[in-house]
């Protein structure tokens, strides 16, 4: 009788081992995709307009401004903060975006112009310029993830898309501008 | 339960018989389809087939009026799902676009015109000032200095007070919390316009018109279908939408993404992240009507 016990006991705590190594697993599995909200950027040709409204795209560079490198390879990085002329003065007039601080090479790296730059000095592609604008505006990114900053699109329970940060804030100008409302609503003393 | 005394006198007999042939007679003037919409039940003593038979009724009718396919459905309630709402009024700029968005989606009057969405526009420095909100503004751009703005729709109560009201139960609140019209069985009494402290319900005091090339034509039978003269009608949180998994209009339209939707029953979901993690109020919280609506300042 007792050695029969002692035969199924060792596989019924096999068992119980590996089970508990499973759920355990399938656990941190699950964490897993709970914590990882961040979208995932599609590889598609750039559209300004109605279309980047509604899916996420590349990051909206100006017309035929990418890749940097095309003209920035043959010449010598100047990292002095100076008003811009000829080149990118469009962006020197408008910079707003803690102007008396900053300056290009703080986001762009000074010796490869086709990324970003992050405060530790990693370099960063231009489709996860959410991070770079998170080291500032950490609040915001935190509830851009779970979809509360920001705008989704798609299925409440299901698919979503998402937009990023730059595709609303231009990143050297960041604060929205005032646009023209639709019509109000007609008065009660106006229907005929 | 008053149970009601049984009359059988001739008296009563003669005066029956009068009634149901003048009924009788005034209904001989319509046409077999119409008599069959006319004599439905309410919505929602209805079993599913008669449900899908009358749908499929409607999609031919609203093709011969419109001349477009139409899909109407009567999809019903999702199990596990009560609908919440969520507006950053720090972030509304005040654009009306929902507006628009809900009018085309929904399918309201063009003239006479119905807007489900208000959107309000206070002096900051007053605070939350329904009283002298103003609903016409119309400056050359928004948001102007000093001014917030503020939508209001329906607030999809927990408690709502139009639908106690309503002496025919035309109005009632689905098991996803949202509350509907049977716009078939609204007798246009506006007893629930008078009940709702929101000014969220809207009465087609003339004909709607839409035009055919604007209708939408994916319809739910309780949410965006051609409403007639006569009744009330109200913000379904897009019931034809979101019963399918999208997000409604207004919530998609938004140019600075204020607007949020989600299942309050699924602690996964962004509708509760803002519960959970930022200061909401609901409008009006003292008549204890417990709107499903929330409104908080993300910043």
Redesign the interface.
């Known amino acids: 009788m007792h050695k029969n016990y002692e035969y199924i006991k060792r596989p019924v705590v096999l068992m119980a081992f590996s089970l508990f190594l499973y759920i355990g697993c399938r656990q941190k599995e699950a964490d897993n995709t709970?914590l990882i909200q961040v979208p995932e950027v599609k590889e598609a040709s750039i559209s300004i307009g109605e279309a980047q409204e509604n899916a996420i795209e590349l990051p909206p560079f100006s017309d035929g401004i990418f890749p940097c490198s095309d003209c920035h390879t043959d010449l010598t990085p100047n990292p002095v903060k100076r008003e811009l002329v000829d080149m990118h003065d469009d962006i020197s007039a408008m910079f707003d975006h803690d102007k008396e601080n900053r300056w290009c090479t703080d986001c762009h790296d000074l010796s490869n112009r086709d990324f970003l730059k992050l405060a530790s000095g990693k370099l960063l592609d231009f489709k996860e310029s959410y991070k770079l604008c998170g080291q500032c505006h950490g609040e915001k990114l935190r509830?851009w993830k779970?979809?509360?900053?920001?705008?989704?699109?798609?299925?409440?329970?299901?698919k979503k898309e998402y937009l990023l940060c730059v595709h609303?804030h231009n990143p050297h100008s960041p604060k929205?501008q005032?646009?023209?409302?639709?019509?109000?609503?007609?008065?009660q003393e106006d229907?005929n | 339960m008053v149970t009601m005394k049984k009359e059988n006198s001739r008296r009563s007999f003669f005066k029956n018989i009068s009634l149901a042939s003048l009924s009788a007679l005034a209904l001989n003037g319509c046409d077999s389809k119409a008599l069959t919409e006319f004599l439905q039940r309410n919505f929602r003593t209805l079993s599913k087939k008669e449900k899908n038979d009358i749908v499929k009724n409607l999609e031919v009718k609203y093709k011969e009026t419109y001349g477009k396919e139409f899909h109407v459905s009567a999809e019903p309630a999702m199990e596990g799902v009560l609908f919440g709402y969520a507006l950053d009024l720090s972030r509304c700029i005040g654009c009306r676009k929902c507006v628009y968005a809900c009018v085309s989606e929904n399918n309201q009057s063009r003239e006479p015109q119905i807007h489900w969405i208000q959107v309000l526009e206070m002096e900051k420095e007053k605070g939350i000032d329904l009283a002298h909100s103003n609903v016409h503004y119309n400056p050359e751009k928004v948001p102007e200095k000093g001014k917030s703005y503020f939508p209001v729709a329906c607030q999809q109560c927990r408690n709502p007070q139009c639908t106690t009201v309503c002496p025919v139960k035309a109005t009632w609140q689905e098991p996803d919390g949202i509350v509907v019209v049977d716009y078939n069985w609204c007798i246009g009494c506006r007893y629930c316009m008078a009940a709702c402290p929101y000014g969220a319900r809207h009465f087609n005091w003339g004909q709607p018109n839409v035009p055919a090339e604007e209708i939408t034509t994916e319809m739910h039978y309780l949410g965006n279908r051609p409403r007639v003269k006569g009744v009330v009608e109200k913000c379904t949180f897009c019931i034809q939408r979101v019963r399918v998994g999208k997000y409604p209009s207004c919530v998609e339209i938004c140019p600075v993404g204020a607007r949020k939707f989600g299942n309050l029953l699924d602690s996964e979901s962004e509708i509760r992240y803002i519960l959970e993690n930022k200061r909401v109020f609901v409008l009006k919280q003292e008549l204890n009507t417990q709107p499903k609506f929330y409104y908080f300042f993300g910043i």
């Open positions: 709970k509830d779970v979809g509360v900053h920001g705008k989704r699109t798609g299925n409440w329970n299901g609303c929205f005032q646009i023209a409302p639709e019509p109000p609503p007609i008065r229907i």
